[in-house]
């Protein structure tokens, strides 16, 4: 349902090539937008919690990116269907640009407020971020839709696997050297990448992909309300669960990310040590996305759905049995949480974009992420408070047990599936 709406007026071979301009211009420009992202998100917890001493605060201060996300998410795809996928990218990295110049001030002056409000920005370039793999689904074929997805997360994987560890590493002891507060760092850091980013998008991202599909402009459709577009959505059972599957994903993945770094903080872990983990997560997120995208092309987005609710609940299970001064289950389960996030967000992607027609899909989309980054919004800023009442083992069990519902909510659709297959076979009277 992509590349066969193109206008008239291109052939498909020249179609082709356009897509693997786009696919390479995007994968170029979320390398550093990935690591401006993971290096300010990195950091925020620690600077709060350094500030304030409350892990209540620390983790609303990480969770006000997903804020920022989520107020974004309507708006920005709303750009992008009236003027393209281009400029919507572009003035979504300008704003998380400018939340990570704010947060470089928190740092300096040790204002909470600042880190609050900077990381609400950084949420606003990471909307653009995920909006980012529609871009490069826009004028895919049918077949390669879920491997176009998940080349594009990969590509996020090498800014965004490196961005905490030198964040907290190298440019954290470069800031102090200079005479900023190395908690600075990661945050002029992401100021420069989130730059770089939209630099390349601007420059090179032409034609926009929508301009192929002859979307935008005169022919964009007129915005409906995002209350409209959820009851779309909510309307399909295909679109349903592919919205389970990036809001549990989201949900489990961000909560249990959120509260690791405090967990191992109370173990008096170094900076470098939480940084590594967080980064070897995000591997976990987008390394093997390739990989999970050819499957969810080849074995279908139910099966993948429930591979990624599995691993979801392994992976928080691993984290939750680790104590606070070891680091090993806390590597592979946030790794694992990673992989399982990976599948419900390319599958769950794919369900959606092949459920509604072109003229359709942007705001669609939007909505839906809107509704994903809320539940990453809800894990992020309420997990300092459970770590607080229930411990960070019990809040990685419970997120486990949630993510099951993946498993049964895939199962369920693919049986309610293959019985209106059947049916629809025996109602049909036979040549």
Known sequence: MSAEHVTGKLSSSLVSEIQRRTI?????????????????????????????????????????????????????????????????????????????????????FNVYLLVVVGMIGVGIGQTANLAARYAVADNASEDRLARSIGMLIWASTFGAAAGPTIALGAVADLAGFFGFPELAGPYLLSTAMFVTGLVI????????????????????????????????????????????????????????????????????QDLAVIGQVISLHIVGMYAFSPIVGWLVDRLGTHVMVTVGGLTLFVGAELAGHTNPEHSAGLFSGLMLIGIGWSCGLIAGSTLLTNAFAVEHRVEVQGAADFVMISGGALGAMSSGALVELLGFQLLSHYSGIASLLLVAAAAGAWFNARFNRTRLTQATPSS
């Open 24 to 108: 390479a211009v995007t994968m170029s420009s979320v390398i550093p937008t990935s690591m401006a992202m993971a290096a300010a998100f990195a950091a925020s917890a620690v600077l709060a919690e350094e500030i304030t001493g409350s892990a209540t605060l620390a983790t609303l201060a990480a969770g006000s990116m997903a804020l920022g996300s989520m107020a974004a998410a309507v708006p920005l795809s709303r750009r992008m269907a009236r003027l393209g996928r281009r400029r919507g990218l572009v003035a979504g990295w300008w704003l998380g640009a400018l939340g990570a110049a704010i947060a470089v001030l928190a740092a300096v």
């Open 201 to 268: 998008t601007h420059t090179w991202l032409r034609p926009d992909p929508l301009e192929v599909l002859g979307t935008i402009g005169a022919k964009a459709p007129k915005p409906e309300s995002p209350f409209v577009v959820i009851r779309r959505i909510a309307a399909l059972p295909a679109a349903r669960l592919a919205l389970l599957a990036m809001l549990m994903g989201q949900l489990v993945m961000v909560g249990v990310m959120t509260a690791t770094p405090l967990h191992m903080t109370s173990g008096d």
